[in-house]
């Protein structure tokens, strides 16, 4: 049997045990809580900005995106997560363009790792740390990004009808220019002297009536009558 001072020495330590105890409990009353109580503060639950949870398109408030389907992020993922179809349209100064059809992305075969984001030259895709994407199927997964309507191209400016137009004139002046240069050059080359065998061969063409071969045909035979002149003088 244990003496009094036992027991009182006893009962000391069961209530600094207590108090001790009643301090953690304290505290960790006051403290911030960190569980969430999801899904019930679904709508404001903290997610870390950046959290990669899916790959979205970046549009701007009128619905405009920035893909020039380049097809840089394609060819740099890893796992063949993203597929490009693409597709030319005719632009107003009568030039081709490659666009984007369709943007496709297997949310169940990405890795994260976002070198796509990285490479992409234009800053068109970014991750959304949306972290619901759970699905029933794995065919759910696979998404198309460019979820709205493509735009129609753009109509040119003033301006840049202008500057068309000028480069349009500029370029067929200079190829007037160089078409009158070479007639006149021609006018300046002296007649040359064909010789039997080639006499013989631009008669024949004369005599097909194409005035066409008989143009192509002179000029063939009076280019290698030059030549083997030029090559009897040196
Ligand atoms: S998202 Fe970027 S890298 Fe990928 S095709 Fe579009 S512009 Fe190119
Ligand atoms: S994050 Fe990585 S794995 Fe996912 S689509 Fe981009 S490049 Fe491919």
Redesign the pocket.
Known sequence: MGSIKDYFSGLGKGVASLVKGLQVTGKEFVTPKITEKYPDNRENMHIAQRF?AT?QFIYDKDGNHRCIACGT?ER????G??TLETKMVDTWDGKKKKKIDRYI?DLG?????????QTCPTDAIE?SNDFEQAVFTRSKLVKQLNYLPEKPEPKPTPEQIAKFEAEKKAKLEAAKAAAAAKKAAEGTTPAIELDEKAKKALAAAEATGDPEKVAKVKAALEKAARLKAEKGNA
């Open positions: 990669r790959l992020c740099n993922c890893p796992n997560t993203i992305y075969s990405c890795t994260f790792c976002q070198l796509c984001v991750f």
